[in-house]
Each structure stands twice: as structure tokens, then as C-alpha cells.
């Protein structure tokens, strides 16, 4: 198990308000990723960095997401301004070997 | 088209039956291929990797088709605890590149 730790675990919030998802790999890693998971349209590759420089970032639905990874141990994904439509579950993710390993996952709820 | 297409279920079986999940994939640049498996309101993890060759786990057996660009996924002698639901997940290119997920198979297994 690689480890990674997500937080917050749930998150409910406000349309308008700012809402930041922090990722931390428990041991750095090269790679990192950011999906979102909604029954709709399932689990969606939103950015992904490779050696905490970020190379693709085409799945970022709008200018209202961010992503940074300031060091290979820490990660944030941030939504400013957050609309209802945003309410999934956000995981991280990180590359060991042939396979990506899933933190826990952020519940978000936008009301 | 999407990248990885799967039929959504749900499957709802007996235990002690067989059910066989299928997987479609558009690109033929596709290199590696898994099954993830994600328990509710839990994070996906690698279940097992698909070769060319076929393989078995166990009670669980993959098959991969080039040719038609189709992967399967075969569980024998159904357990409660295989209630999940399954992803297929392909990669493009060198182990470095990203994974691309189906929407998942959802597989209930009743007493």
C-alpha cells in the first residue's frame, strides 16, 4: 500500500465559496493525478504532474480550477468560485510501478 | 468515441455462479491493460493486469484481444464479498503514460 492521504475526507460548502482538496503522498512519487468521480460521467483524469511540473492539465473543466504541487510530498487542487455542479468525490492518485494507487478520496458537496 | 467503453450492469448474481464483465477500447496505440476494482464509496484499486496471453488470479481470469480490441474479465464461483464494481483501464504508450477508466460494471452477488 503506497499511501496516500486526502484531505478533507467530506467537505460541504457553499456555491461561491472557495473550497481547497489537499493530497499527500505518504512517500514522494513522480507521478501524480487528480480525478473526479461522479455517477454521471464516472472517474475523470483532471490533471496529472510528473515530477511536481504539470503535463496535462486538458481535463480541467474551467478556469475555476486550479492545481498546484509545490513538492513531491504535497499536492492541492483548489475551486474558486465552487458551484453545485462540482459536488463529487475528488481522489489523488500516484504511480508505483505498472499501477496507479488511490487516496481515499474528497466528498465534495456544493449547496 | 469514448476511450474504454463497458456495459454499466448492473449484474446481479447468485453465489456460486460465473459472470463475465466486457471491455471495448477505441485506441490501438493501447499498450497495458487492467481491471481496477472499486468498493462502494471506496477508492478503485488494481484488481489484476490483463496480458496477451490471457491469466488467471484465482477465481478470476482476463482476457485481452488485440485484434478486436477487447478485454474480458471471467469470476467463477461468485463470493458476496465480489459485490464491487469493476473498471477497465487501459494505457497508451510506456508505463509512464495515463490511464484511461471505463465507467465501471457494477456486480451485485446475493445469498
Known amino acids: 500500500d503506497a499511501g496516500v492521504i486526502q484531505s478533507p475526507r467530506h467537505e460541504v460548502t457553499e456555491m461561491g465559496q472557495e473550497v481547497t482538496l489537499r493530497c499527500k503522498p505518504i512517500?514522494?512519487?513522480?507521478?501524480l493525478f487528480w480525478y473526479r468521480q461522479t455517477m454521471m460521467r464516472g472517474l475523470e483524469l483532471l490533471i496529472y504532474f510528473n515530477n511536481n511540473v504539470p503535463i496535462d492539465d486538458s481535463g480541467m473543466p474551467e478556469d475555476r480550477f486550479s492545481a498546484k504541487m509545490p513538492n513531491a510530498s504535497f499536492s492541492t487542487l483548489k475551486i474558486q468560485p465552487s458551484e453545485p455542479r462540482d459536488s463529487a468525490v475528488y481522489f489523488c492518485a500516484i504511480r508505483g510501478g505498472n499501477e496507479q494507487f488511490f487516496g481515499p478520496g474528497t466528498r465534495l458537496t456544493v449547496l | 468515441r469514448k476511450e474504454v467503453e463497458q456495459d454499466p450492469g448492473p449484474f446481479n448474481v447468485p453465489e456460486g455462479a460465473t459472470v463475465a464483465f466486457n471491455c471495448t477500447y477505441s485506441?490501438?496505440?493501447?499498450?497495458?491493460f487492467f481491471w481496477y476494482r472499486q468498493d462502494c464509496r471506496k477508492e478503485p484499486k488494481l484488481l489484476m493486469s490483463?496480458?496477451?496471453s490471457g491469466n488467471e488470479d484465482g477465481r478470476f481470469t482476463a482476457q485481452l484481444n488485440r485484434a478486436s480490441q477487447y478485454i474480458s474479465l471471467l469470476i467463477r464461483d461468485s463470493k458476496l464479498s465480489d459485490s464491487a464494481t469493476y473498471l477497465c483501464v487501459v494505457r497508451r504508450g510506456s508505463t509512464l503514460g495515463r490511464l484511461y477508466f471505463g465507467r465501471g460494471t457494477q456486480l451485485t452477488v446475493w445469498p
Open positions: 485506441n490501438s496505440a493501447s499498450q497495458s
Open positions: 512517500s514522494g512519487h513522480d507521478y
Open positions: 490483463v496480458y496477451s
